[in-house]
């Protein structure tokens, strides 16, 4: 890890997966960082403007039915499904590790944590890594990018052209 800002960072997706396999109650959070998030440790949910109960964030543990698979792809995976919010909120829009205490649910059923310990920023290229082995899978993966094109307006009830994942 080297130190950026008072804050480590995670330069390597092996050293992040290494790091997640040792401790539990960790999660990713897309945002300016923890000097703009801690202040005042709460979400806001963009469609209704209610403020939520702590910090959207997700989950970096390992599930048990992941079995044997990769934690590397585990990982890649956990990271690629956000990586598009620098895009279509904020370019200052960075991740980084933080450990908290899950205390809700957001409306996208995303935990939100609070007692954060900040622990590191996630580097460029682990990012660029991440989406590298995502789009290297065999199944159609896409961010959960629910940004729609401005020329386009689809019914609530049809299907995304635009939206690849599987749920």
Not at 43 to 54: A, F, N, Q, V, Y
Request: proline fraction near 10%; hydrophobic fraction near 30%; glycine fraction near 6%.
């Amino acid at each position: 890890m080297t130190k950026t800002t008072d804050l480590p960072t995670f330069s390597s997706l092996d050293e992040l997966t290494r790091f997640i396999t040792h401790r539990r109650g960790l999660y990713v959070r897309w945002s300016h960082g923890p000097a703009s998030d801690l202040p005042n440790p709460s979400s806001t949910d963009e469609l209704t403007g209610i403020k939520l109960p702590g910090l959207s964030a997700n989950p970096l543990d390992l599930e048990d039915w992941w079995g044997k698979r990769p934690v590397r792809i585990w990982v890649a995976r956990r990271l690629y499904d956000y990586c598009h919010l620098p895009r279509v909120k904020d370019a200052r829009t960075r991740p980084w590790v933080l450990h908290g205490c899950e205390t809700g649910r957001g409306p996208d059923n995303e935990p939100l944590v609070t007692e954060i310990e900040p622990l590191g920023w996630i580097a460029d290229e682990v990012i660029t890594d991440a989406c590298r082995i995502i789009t290297e899978q065999p199944g159609r993966w896409g961010t959960l990018d629910r940004v729609e094109p401005e020329e386009e307006s689809p019914s609530p009830l049809q299907p995304s052209a635009r939206r690849q994942d599987r749920r």
